[in-house]
């Protein structure tokens, strides 16, 4: 029998993670949110691993990438010294951890995918405190996964889906930028690869890349959101100066994911399949 923590299990991958699972009664997995378990307490940290457990899932993280930049303490808090103690209770008792990171540790100067061999350069503190999380658990561990992603959502949580279907219906008029290219990454895609890692027992361990295959803009993504929904609005192409935000965002951020597909036989879907099938999951046919 496999014993699952997954830790921040009330966000949005964790959220699609507990969904995976029940397709796994096999496996016993121990959903803790924020309220249960903070990994910045290290008190709190040391009462859950006294139960015995063979993998650790860690979602937990602060993500709000603006705010980031002005609760720096906060971010590092999160990202970096709570996912270093983390890494120091697996290494002590043994457990596998499967950490999820970001295409933000980039610094999107790159025109063609990032490999995980890559050189890192974070714009802002939120991508700079996921790579310090990322090197803590290299220092600290040998049994980990690092899976970086990119461009998240799913029906669980806040994410540009959601938030691009709500303001169709608040506005006429959508502007979005056509200058940040990527790989948007369905949650429940990402959820079937981490339980598959954990099913499988690898033993594969390293840092990869996982996210659905295609390079698009967010103003792509919004137009095809829009296009499989049925809704006709007005949808502007603007550019990033055209649309200040606190923390600079990778220009280009797309990650080859070949790795994973050879090392742990991930499937990886097409972004355009994947959002049909989350569509349909969220709102019906």
Avoid at 84 to 90: I, N, P
Avoid at 120 to 148: C, D, H, W
Avoid at 199 to 222: E, M, R, V
Wanted: glycine share 6%; charged share 20%; net charge neutral.
């Amino acid at each position: 029998m496999i014993r699952v923590l997954v830790t921040g299990a009330n966000g949005q991958l964790g959220s699609c993670i507990k969904q995976q699972s029940l397709e796994h009664p096999d496996i016993v997995f121990h959903f803790l949110g924020s309220n249960e378990l903070n990994i910045t307490d290290p008190e709190n940290l040391r009462t859950v691993f006294s139960k015995p457990f063979d993998y650790c899932i860690n979602c937990a993280a602060y993500t709000q990438v603006d705010n980031a930049e002005s609760n720096s303490r906060l971010a590092h808090s999160i990202n970096e010294n709570g996912v270093k103690e983390l890494a120091k209770l697996c290494h002590k008792h043994n457990v596998v951890l499967i950490h999820i990171s970001t295409d933000f540790v980039f610094d999107g100067k790159k025109r063609s995918a990032y490999t995980e061999t890559d050189h890192t350069n974070p714009l802002g503190v939120y991508g700079l405190s996921k790579l310090k999380g990322e090197q803590a658990i290299e220092r600290l561990m040998t049994q980990y996964f690092i899976l970086r992603t990119s461009w998240l959502y799913s029906e669980h949580g806040n994410n540009f889906v959601k938030t691009m279907l709500r303001l169709a219906k608040e506005r006429d008029s959508i502007s979005v930028v056509n200058d940040q290219f990527g790989s948007p990454t369905y949650a429940m895609d990402l959820a079937k690869t981490i339980v598959k890692l954990v099913s499988s027992k690898s033993d594969a361990y390293g840092l990869y890349h996982y996210s659905n295959h295609g390079q698009i803009s967010w103003f792509d993504f919004a137009s095809k959101v829009f296009e499989f929904k049925g809704i006709s609005i007005s949808l502007k192409p603007i550019k990033t100066a055209d649309f200040p935000t606190l923390a600079k965002r990778p220009k280009f951020s797309v990650l080859d994911t070949t790795k994973i597909q050879e090392n742990i036989k991930a499937e990886i879907n097409d972004w355009e399949e994947s959002l049909q099938l989350a569509l349909t999951n969220m709102y019906g046919s």
